[in-house]
């Protein structure tokens, strides 16, 4: 009985995550993103699936606009279950400018520690300790959420 509560306990502890993961991911330019590239800040993990997609991009430029360079802004696409021979491809759907990059979570690390919902942007925010102190799953701008993540950063 023990074992399977230690067990249960082992397997269930991602989706409890409550801290920032240890990842190591590269964007849709191939460029490395590491956890210890935002050691001190505050970061902002903005991530979904294809159906969210789109209001992940909505809420990345609003809290981009309000927040300035007071956070950083991660956004995370799950692309588990991708088959490996259209990576190259799906790639290319993403936006060629530098400046708007996303990782790629081929392996669905994000998705698996978080839980994401589906078809939403889900929006975790995290103190300078890398600890989850805000955590919401959205569809459409919801100015009273932009407003709580403001008051959290700054």
């Known amino acids: 009985m023990v074992l399977k ?3 249960f306990i082992l397997i269930a502890m991602p989706l409890f995550a ?3 993961i240890d990842f190591h991911i590269q964007d849709q330019f191939k460029q490395v993103h590491v956890t210890s590239d935002y050691a001190g800040e505050v970061v902002i993990v903005i991530g979904s699936d294809k159906a969210g997609c789109d209001y992940d991009k909505l809420w990345a430029a ?13 956004p ?15 790639r290319g759907k993403f936006p060629k400018q530098p400046e708007n990059w ?12 978080y839980s994401f919902e589906p078809g939403l942007a889900n929006i975790l925010v995290f103190d300078g300790q890398g600890e989850q102190i805000f955590r919401v799953s959205a569809g ?15």
């Open 5 to 7: 509560i230690i067990l």
């Open 18 to 20: 409550q801290n920032l």
């Open 62 to 74: 609003e809290l981009g606009e309000k927040l300035g360079h007071t956070a950083s802004i991660l």
């Open 76 to 90: 995370v696409a799950h692309m588990k279950g991708v088959p490996f021979f259209l990576k190259g491809f799906i």
């Open 102 to 113: 996303i990782l790629m979570d081929w392996g669905g690390k994000f998705n698996k520690a």
């Open 140 to 154: 459409e701008l919801d100015q009273e959420i932009v407003s709580e993540i403001e008051n959290l950063v700054n």
